[in-house]
């Protein structure tokens, strides 16, 4: 079993940074993939970035890219989510995310095997 704590959250001005941190404890052999969903109030949960630690492989949703940097410390088995620039659409509550399967953890989230409680992101215009 698995258990991820995210911290980071909060209330930030648009075009201010926030970094969000999430720490895995438990097996850690049961996670190849962490990454970052978040949800906003009437929309669809959405993929933002996830990074596989056996390749190294990053994905970034099409919206982020540049702002945003997922990274991590595998020797405190944590990952990151920097975020620069934000915008208003960026509001969310942020999900971190772990699974042994990279197609998995990025395209069905149903499926996904390790959630965090989620972390809230309010950006103000």
């Known amino acids: 079993q698995v258990q991820l704590v995210e911290s980071g959250g909060g209330l930030v001005q648009a075009g201010g940074s926030l970094r969000l941190s999430c720490e895995a404890s438990g097996s850690s052999v049961e996670i190849n993939v962490l990454g970052w969903w978040r949800q906003a109030p009437g929309k669809e949960r959405e993929l933002v970035a996830a990074?596989?630690?056996?390749?190294?492989?990053?994905y970034y949703a099409d919206s982020v890219k540049g702002r945003f940097t997922i990274s991590s410390d595998n020797t405190r088995n944590t990952v990151f989510l920097e975020m620069n620039s934000l915008k208003p659409e960026d509001t969310a509550v942020y999900y971190c995310a772990a699974d042994m399967n990279w197609v998995v953890l990025r395209t069905t989230p149903q499926d996904v095997s390790y959630w965090g409680q989620g972390t809230q992101v309010t950006v103000s215009s």
């Open positions: 990074r596989s630690r056996s390749t190294v492989i990053t």
